[in-house]
């Protein structure tokens, strides 16, 4: 489904600079994990997040502080209102 939206080299590769495995993961690995969790092989995890990201999520940040530019007029204006 990504590969979707990611349909030219340089989509793909505005986003592949975030992914430090260096690819994009494959639906398997997705199904890997979930087949590892209804294992025995998991049966001393409980309540944790499991994430199956390449460490993508580890890797966005969200800036803090002040914005560097104010909100565009359409958004500033409705929010007055």
């Known amino acids: 489904l990504l590969m979707d939206f990611l349909n030219t080299p340089e989509k793909r590769e505005r986003r592949m600079v975030h992914i430090p495995m260096g690819r994009?993961?494959?639906?398997?690995?997705?199904?890997?994990?979930?087949?590892?969790?209804?294992?025995d092989d998991s049966s001393y995890i409980t309540g944790t997040d499991f994430k199956v990201d390449g460490g993508i999520s580890a890797c966005y940040v969200t800036p803090q502080g002040e914005p560097v530019l104010p909100p565009p007029v359409n958004l500033s204006a409705s929010a007055s209102k």
């Open 24 to 39: 994009f993961g494959e639906a398997v690995e997705q199904a890997q994990a979930a087949l590892f969790l209804a294992s």
